[in-house]
T-cell receptor, first 113, second 116 residues
Framework: GQQLNQSPQSMFIQEGEDVSMNCTSS?????WLWYKQEPGEGPVLLIA?????ELTSNGRLTAQFGITRKDSFLNISASIPSDVGIYFC?????????????FGSGTRLLVRP | GAGVSQSPSNKVTEKGKDVELRCDPI?????LYWYRQRLGQGLEFLIY????????KSGLPSDRFSAERTGESVSTLTIQRTQQEDSAVYLC??????????????FGEGSWLTVV
């Protein structure tokens, strides 16, 4: 079935460093979404991407929808302690008469002050 | 409402009992989704609704799981004869439309289910 490979699985970085994570798949997606989840909370949408090649920023976050439509990356610049959490990518594809939104397994980010 | 609302936020139940989890989506959102998240794991798709219909039920783990939506609003996820492996956070989400711009999905805070 469809699968998203998200990497890295976890990162432990120094405050101020830049972070990069990505998701890849063998399937073609119509939409890519990036979420952040903090303990005890539901995922919160960070960035939504709708077109191949689209590059979108939200503050210190930048995400791109890969040209092949099979991948996406999320960059966080100048990390701060409150960036700690689990980051999930999600891709939407059409299957028959329905649309499926598949999530990656998450990247756990820890930031050392 | 302003966001997706789920209830109960926490539920502890005995193995074999039935549970109902409720989701109130964002007002006007036509699509509603249920996901399951086990401790330390990613999100597992269960089912989604377009209006009151469920085009894709493929994620429901077994026939003990069912869901319905009425009035293109509230949805209920029912788990019958709960098992310990059902322990997880059940996340509900909604979006304005299913496909295209406007399909960004907003999550509730989840219902934490513990089966003892």
């Amino acid at each position: 079935g469809q699968q998203l490979n998200q990497s890295p699985q976890s990162m432990f970085i120094q405050e101020g460093e830049d972070v990069s994570m990505n998701c890849t798949s063998s399937s073609i997606f119509n939409t890519w979404l990036w979420y952040k989840q903090e303990p005890g909370e539901g995922p919160v949408l960070l960035i939504a991407l709708y077109k191949a090649g689209e590059l979108t920023s939200n503050g210190r976050l930048t995400a791109q929808f890969g040209i092949t439509r099979k991948d996406s990356f999320l960059n966080i610049s100048a990390s701060i302690p409150s960036d700690v959490g689990i980051y999930f990518c999600a891709g939407q594809l059409r299957m028959d008469s329905s649309y499926k939104l598949i999530f990656g397994s998450g990247t756990r980010l820890l930031v050392r002050p | 409402g302003a966001g997706v609302s789920q209830s109960p936020s926490n539920k502890v139940t005995e193995k074999g009992k039935d549970v109902e989890l409720r989701c109130d989506p964002i007002s006007g959102h036509t699509a509603l989704y249920w996901y399951r998240q086990r401790l330390g794991q990613g999100l597992e798709f269960l089912i989604y609704f377009q209006g009151n219909s469920a085009p894709d039920k493929s994620g429901l783990p077994s026939d003990r799981f069912s869901a319905e939506r009425t009035g293109e609003s509230v949805s209920t996820l029912t788990i019958q004869r709960t098992q310990q492996e059902d322990s997880a956070v059940y996340l509900c989400a909604s979006s304005l439309v299913v496909y295209g711009p406007g399909n960004t999905i907003y999550f509730g805070e989840g219902s934490w289910l513990t089966v003892v």
